[in-house]
C-alpha cells in the first residue's frame, strides 16, 4: 500500500521522530512510501528514501530536497515544468509540539488530507497530562492522584514523597525527575519549568506494576497489541528512550491473567472510544492493589509501538481504510438570500 | 492600528460570520483593516473594503479578487509581478467550524502569524460543550446538570422535562430544541444529530435569570465588559441570532447589585487564565438561587460582542498588544551528534 510518513517537526522530539521514521522505514518495507520532513521553521521537504538515516537531517543535507507545500487534498512539488501531487494517507510521526498538540492534525484536516494520528480534540487531551486527567475523570477512569502548578504558583506541595515532577505537555520523559525529598525539589522544579509553564506533581509509586497496550479502531471494532510489561527501571531518561524510539523487535507477552488483560482492555476502549478514532495510541498502565491506573495516553508512540503489534503491517492497513471522515461542511446562503428578496435587492 | 479580520470558513456559521466581519467594519471605522475570506473550499481571498456586503459572497462576486496562500509569517498574494504579504495581527471571525474548533487557529499558529482568537486547547474546551463540562468540572465552577447521548445511544434519558436538546459541537442555536414532554423528544433529537454525533441534554430552566459578561487578557489583568441581561425570549432562534450578530449598539448595563457583578467576573476569570489568553470571549451565566452557573464559553463572540464594551476599538488595541508568544521550538541534533561519533562517523 502507499503511506506517506510526516516526520520531524519544531519539537524538542524532533530527533526522536526522525528515529521513529527511520525504524518505520524498515518495519513497513514492501510498502510503497514516501518521506516528509518537517523542518524546524516548518517548511516540508520530500527525502529521499535512500537518504533516510539520522545525519542527512543532523547535517543539513535535506536542505536540498524538494520543498513541498500543502494545497487542497496534497503535498505539492512545485517545479518550472508543472507540479507532483503527494496525496496518499498521511502517518502523522511527528512526536510531541506540532504532532501530538493538534496542530498537524488541524493542518491536514484544512487542506482535506487523510492521516493516522490523533484528531485536534484528541490531542488536546494526550498531550498536555492535566487535561488527561480531567478525560479520566469525566469518563471514570481511575489515574493517578496529581497537583498543577504554575511557574507563579507558590510551592506549597500537599503530594508526599517520593514525587514525580514532570512539564504538563511534554514526551519522551523530558524535563521529568523523581524527587525523593524537599531538598532535592527546586531543582526538580526549574527543570520541568524549563520546558513547560505548567508542570504536574504525582506520588512516585513503588514497587507498582507497569503495563503498556496499543491499539487501534478500525471497522468499528478495537484491535489490540499484546500487553507488554515494559522495562524496569526507575524511569528510562531521555537518552534511553531516544534508543528505546528505534525498537522493532517484537516483544513477549507480559506474563499476566487474562482477567487483568480484560480489564487492561476495557480501560483502554473506555478512554479510546468517541476521541481517538484514526489513530494507533499506546496506554501505559499501572496496576496497584489490583486496580488499574491510566498514566499516560500516547497517541503517536515511538515507532508506532510497532514491536507490540503481531502483523505491524496489516494493522497501519486497516486503520488506515477507516479513518473518520472529514467534517467539511456545505456552505449555503440562505438567510442572506431571504434577506436581500425581502429588501428587494 | 492595523488588523487583518479573516472570516468565512466551512462552518453551519459561514453566514453569520459574514454578517460579524461587515459589522467590525463599521465599528472599527479609522482602522487600517484588510479582510480575508475564507471560503467553503478553504481557498482564502483578499476582499476590497468597499465590496465588504453579503450579496458579494451570497453571489460569488468574491471569486474574482485575489487569492491568498499562507507562509510562514504573513498570508501572500502572488503575481506576475511578485508577491504582496500580509501580515498584520490576524482577528480570527470565523464562528463556528474551522474558527472555533482549533483549525484556524492551528494554522496561524503553524504559519507564526499573530491572531486574536482562542488558541487549540481553548478552542477544544469551548467549541464542544461536553468539554465545557469538563472544564467546569475541573475548575469547580458550577454549571447546569447534563446527560450525553451519542446517536448511537438508546434514549434513556434520566433528566426531567421540560428539557433541552443541543448538538455538542454548534453555536448560534443550530439544532438546538426545547422539549416540553416526551412525544416532543425524537424530533428533537433527530434536528440534533443532523448537525453532531454527540448531543448534550440539559434541564430547561424557567424563571432562570441570564447574565452575558464579555472580557479579555491584557498586560496579565482581565478587561471586562459591562453585564448585560440579554433580551429575554424562550430563546432565539437562527433566523433572530442572525440579526443579532450585526448588533452594534452599545447595550445598558444590567440592573443587578456590584456583589453579583464581583461573582460573574470572579467565575469568568476561572474559566479563562490558564487557557483563553489572546482572545475575547463572551461567557453566557445564568444564575439560580442566587448562585452563578456557567452556561457556554463564546470564544469567537458574533461582532466580538462589540456592543458590550464602552470602548470597543481601545480594548482590540490592547489586546492585540499582548498576544501570547509564539511556542517555536529551537531544533538541536546533540543526540544524533554524539551517536553519530561514537559510531566514528
Known amino acids: 500500500m502507499k503511506l ?4 520531524g517537526g519544531a519539537s524538542f522530539e524532533h530527533e526522536i521522530s526522525i528515529v521513529s521514521a ?20 516548518h517548511t516540508f521537504y520530500l527525502i529521499d528514501p535512500s537518504k533516510m538515516k539520522a545525519t542527512t537531517f543532523s547535517k543539513g543535507a535535506h536542505k536540498k530536497m524538494p520543498v513541498l507545500t500543502l494545497e487542497n487534498g496534497s503535498f505539492v512539488q512545485k517545479s518550472m515544468f508543472g507540479s507532483t501531487k503527494y496525496n496518499d494517507v498521511v502517518l502523522n510521526l511527528i512526536h510531541g509540539g506540532d504532532g ?4 498537524i492534525a488541524a493542518l491536514l484536516d484544512f487542506f482535506s488530507i487523510k492521516y493516522i494520528g490523533p484528531r485536534v480534540d484528541a490531542s488536546t487531551f494526550s498531550y498536555d497530562k492535566r487535561y488527561t486527567k480531567w478525560l479520566c475523570e469525566a469518563k471514570s477512569i481511575r489515574s493517578v492522584d496529581y497537583q498543577m502548578l504554575t511557574s507563579d504558583d507558590v510551592k506549597d ?3 508526599k514523597y517520593p514525587l514525580i515532577v514532570k512539564p504538563a505537555t511534554l514526551g519522551s520523559s523530558i524535563g521529568v525527575s523523581i524527587v525523593k525529598e524537599e531538598s ?3 531543582y526538580a522544579l526549574d527543570s520541568a519549568f524549563e520546558y513547560d509553564k505548567n508542570v504536574i506533581i504525582e506520588p512516585f509509586l513503588e514497587g507498582v506494576k507497569e503495563y503498556n497496550l496499543a491499539g487501534y479502531m478500525a471497522d468499528d471494532k478495537i484491535h489490540f497489541s499484546i500487553v507488554e510489561e515494559p522495562q524496569k527501571e526507575e524511569f528510562l531518561d531521555f537518552e534511553k ?12 507477552k507480559a506474563d499476566i491473567s487474562d482477567e487483568l488483560v480484560r480489564r487492561l482492555k476495557s480501560t483502554f476502549e473506555k478512554a479510546y472510544r468517541g476521541m ?6 499506546r496506554c501505559d498502565f499501572f496496576v496497584v492493589n489490583n486496580e488499574v491506573y491510566l498514566n499516560e495516553i500516547n497517541p503517536i508512540p515511538g515507532s508506532m509501538a510497532n514491536y507490540l503489534f503481531e502483523d505491524f503491517k496489516s494493522s497501519i492497513e ?20 431571504s434577506i436581500s428578496s425581502a429588501k428587494g435587492k
Do not use: W
Request: proline share 1%; net charge negative.
Open 4 to 7: 506517506t510518513i510526516l516526520f
Open 22 to 41: 527511520i525504524t518505520l522505514k524498515e518495519k513497513l518495507s514492501g510498502f510503497d512510501l514516501n518521506f516528509i520532513f518537517c523542518d524546524n521553521d
Open 100 to 103: 501530538e498538540d493538534g496542530t
Open 157 to 159: 506541595i500537599t503530594i
Open 184 to 186: 532535592e525539589l527546586d
Open 241 to 252: 528512550k531516544y534508543m528505546d524510539f528505534s525498537r522493532s523487535e517484537q516483544v513477549l
Open 276 to 281: 481517538f478514532e484514526g489513530a494507533l495510541i
Open 318 to 337: 486497516a486503520l488506515s481504510s477507516s479513518l473518520p471522515h472529514s467534517k467539511r461542511v456545505k456552505v449555503t446562503y440562505e438567510y442572506i438570500h
